[in-house]
């Protein structure tokens, strides 16, 4: 599914369209260059689920945990990973198992240690067309 997300309110109301879609213990990927919206998709979502407190980029301590009223998150960004090895180090055995739905940035460098996710997000384009091809497995 090919979204149009070219503005911030066409990224909200994707994220809004997808949430009801997630299941607790999904693995969602967030796949694109930098600064193309990943971290802003992964607040506006948490947010929508209801998250109170701030969500911030995870560069430098690779994951965060957040909770709402029915649901739990992790976010992870893996720019920073050296080698796929590196995960198991950070417990992403436990994270995986602990039945929170996990998104993660730049899944690319876990390659090896990641399982297949349920969903896979693509985010494409630039400034003035953005698309957010979404599909799940
Ligand atoms: N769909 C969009 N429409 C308009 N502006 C956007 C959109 N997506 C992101 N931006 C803006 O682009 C900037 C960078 O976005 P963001 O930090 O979410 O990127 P990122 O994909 O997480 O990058 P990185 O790989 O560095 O973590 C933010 O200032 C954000 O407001
Ligand atoms: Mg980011």
Not at 22 to 36: A, E, R
Not at 65 to 83: A, G, N, P, T, V
Not at 116 to 125: A, E
């Amino acid at each position: 599914m090919k979204h149009n997300v070219s503005t911030l309110p066409l990224l909200k109301q994707t994220a809004k369209w997808l949430l009801p879609r997630l299941q607790q213990g999904d693995l969602v990927f967030l796949i694109g260059d930098l600064g193309m919206g990943k971290t802003t998709f992964t607040q506006m979502l948490l947010h929508s689920a209801g998250v109170q407190e701030s969500v911030k980029s995870p560069t430098y301590t690779l994951f965060e945990s957040y909770q709402s009223k029915q649901l739990s998150f992790i976010h992870m960004d893996l720019y920073r990973l050296s080698h796929p090895e590196e995960l198991y180090y950070l417990g992403i055995e436990d994270i995986l198992n602990n039945d929170s739905i996990v998104l993660i940035e730049w899944p690319e460098k876990g390659q090896g240690v990641l399982p297949i996710p349920q969903w896979s997000l693509s985010f494409t384009g630039n400034n003035l067309n953005r698309s957010l091809t979404i599909t799940s497995k």
